[in-house]
């Protein structure tokens, strides 16, 4: 067997894919199946593209609802859910988010007024996501509403691009979507593939490894993007409930079934901070986490085995 690798960006982030397969030959041509789905998955929830099914529901907000194909139909109605689960800390319509308001390429000295920064997150609101199940429509309640699968879309790719890779005899493979990543199978030599957890202060390297299989894994952190203000850091992250970016973690690792998920988790849980996030997932069955606070401690929920 082969272990082939094939990295290339998609979705504007970087994707890596590896397939124990009988021989480079079609390694590559499982892998490019599987990219081609990754594509697809693009091409229907992008916001960049004027035809897309988002930017459609997007234009009609306040307007009409949308007919939306079944698939988006569905994982909108499983991104309600995770909202709902997590208080509204993860929320489609982030979207909605005014961008104008923030702008952490520049030099930011101070914190703005928080009576502006609630104005800049007003239209945030997933309860305003109206669907309607019988008709297969999305109608966002309020104008200015958008919604965006920033913090679901890649998992969501990750989980399609793993079933057509299986689909095709690729029993033992990873998709790796830019921090959201699927392991299922073994390696060659029959152990479980070992995944290295991004250090939030050494780019590029591990401040530990776990082993899994047939588990998700996906990673959100404030040392790509963030602002020093008063010897505070504060993460790019906008808390849509107050529109004040976020501070007290640096990186967050859920590990859970499936890569939809473990995305769509990292960024509530970083919102809600040490106590509040590890307390929410040791009361859901079959997801774990791992946090590195702001001075770097290290904190797991209860079922977590690192290696090292």
């Known amino acids: 067997m082969n272990l082939v690798k094939v990295q290339t960006k998609l979705m504007g982030n970087a994707f890596e894919f590896i397939a124990l397969s009988e021989n480079e030959r079609l390694g590559k041509d499982q892998i490019a199946c599987a990219i081609d789905e990754v594509k697809r998955i693009e091409k229907l929830f992008t916001t960049f593209s004027d035809d897309s099914v988002t930017n459609k529901v997007n234009e009609n907000a306040g307007k009409k609802p949308v007919e939306v194909p079944e698939e988006f139909f569905s994982l909108v109605y499983r991104a309600q859910k995770i909202s709902a689960l997590t208080q509204g800390y993860f929320d489609l319509s ?38 309607n199940n019988e008709d297969r429509t999305i109608f966002l309640k309020n104008k200015g509403m958008r919604i965006g699968f920033g913090g679901i879309g890649k998992g969501y790719a990750a989980d399609c691009a793993k079933r057509v890779m299986l689909g095709i005899g690729v029993s033992s493979g990873i998709v790796s979507a ?10 060659e030599d029959g152990s479980p593939w070992t995944i290295g957890i991004a250090n939030p202060n050494l780019k590029h390297s591990f401040f530990s490894t776990i082993n899994i299989t047939n588990k ?93």
């Open 94 to 131: 982030y979207g909605s988010l005014d961008k104008d308001f923030w702008n952490f390429n520049q030099a930011m000295t101070s914190l703005p007024n928080p009576a502006d920064a609630k104005k800049s997150v007003y239209l945030i609101d997933y309860r305003n996501i109206i669907l």
């Open 216 to 308: 998700s894994i996906a990673t959100s952190g404030n040392y790509e993007k963030f602002v020093m203000i008063d010897n505070q850091l504060y993460s790019h992250t906008i808390n849509p409930k107050t529109g004040y970016p976020i501070k007290g973690i640096k990186s967050v690792t859920i590990i859970t079934t499936n890569a939809e998920l473990a995305d769509a988790m990292a960024t509530p849980i970083n919102i809600l901070g040490v106590t509040e996030g590890l307390n929410l997932i040791n009361q859901i069955k079959g997801i774990e986490c791992i946090l590195i606070d702001d001075n770097n401690k290290l904190f797991v929920s209860n079922n977590i085995k690192l290696i090292k």
């Open 178 to 187: 830019s921090g959201d990543l699927n392991a299922w199978g073994y390696q």
